[in-house]
């Protein structure tokens, strides 16, 4: 499978197949700053919302997300997020392992 990706800032998009590169399978965050973080938050809603038909993919490069998957844990130990709501968010630490997400979906 080849990968193709589209930058928009720091957010990524991921398509499997290079030949179209719209609608993308996946919304794939590199590490950055709060404007990275408000991007990433609002893929993370309409994820959970079921408003976007894509997982989102955060790049968790030398551990840059642990915080994030974390609070994201707590979120729904607490009851205020579910494990469905949080089942299209997924956290990799190399492309190989996007890649391998994005796979089951095809």
Do not use: W
């Amino acid at each position: 499978m080849k990968t193709s990706f589209a930058r928009n800032s720091r957010l990524t998009s991921v398509n499997p197949s290079p030949k179209a590169p719209k609608p993308h399978d996946a919304r794939a965050p590199h590490a950055g700053g709060t404007g990275t973080l408000e991007e990433v938050s609002e893929v993370i809603s309409l994820v959970a919302l079921a408003q976007l038909d894509a997982p989102c993919i955060l790049f968790n490069l030398n551990g840059f997300y642990d915080d994030l998957r974390a609070l994201l844990n707590r979120m729904v130990d607490m009851g205020l997020s579910s494990p469905r709501r949080q089942r299209g968010i997924h956290f990799a630490h190399s492309l190989e392992e996007a890649a391998d997400i994005l796979v089951p979906l095809h």
